[in-house]
Nanobody, 126 residues
Framework: QLQLVESGGGLVQPGGSLRLSCAAS????????IGWFRQAPGKEREWVSC????????NIADSVKGRFTISRDNAKNTVYLQMNSLKPEDTAVYYC???????????????????WGQGTQVAVSS
């Protein structure tokens, strides 16, 4: 069974950091580009960042640029989202998704992704 599992969410104060992980089971993550998305209550799902299969290409949303970093460790079948200088507006459920499309690209549209995790909650509050 193909599965993505996010972890690392939690409650953090403004200015704090969290590292989210996206682990794959049942398939090899290195064959897939990975995207991170988030959805806050009452809002549409928002693209945050993505990374190509081999990690040679990545992209990040303007809203988190300079604060969030995406990386992958294919040997561990895991992709990470390092989140620093967190703000209350970063509060959301964060999802990772896998896309088996072309190498060296990653996409910002949710419909480009085939597999989704269940999400991990991130809350930024004092």
């Amino acid at each position: 069974q193909l599965q993505l599992v996010e972890s690392g969410g939690g409650l953090v104060q403004p200015g704090g950091s969290l590292r989210l992980s996206c682990a794959a089971s049942g398939f090899t993550l290195s064959y897939y580009a990975i995207g991170w998305f988030r959805q806050a209550p009452g809002k549409e799902r928002e693209w945050v960042s993505c990374i190509s299969r081999g990690g040679g290409s990545s992209n990040i949303a303007d809203s988190v640029k300079g604060r969030f970093t995406i990386s992958r460790d294919n040997a561990k079948n895991t992709v990470y989202l390092q989140m620093n200088s967190l703000k209350p507006e970063d509060t959301a459920v964060y999802y990772c998704a896998a896309d088996g499309g072309p190498a060296n690209v990653c996409y910002t549209r949710p419909r480009s992704y085939e597999y989704w995790g269940q999400g991990t909650q991130v809350a930024v509050s004092s």
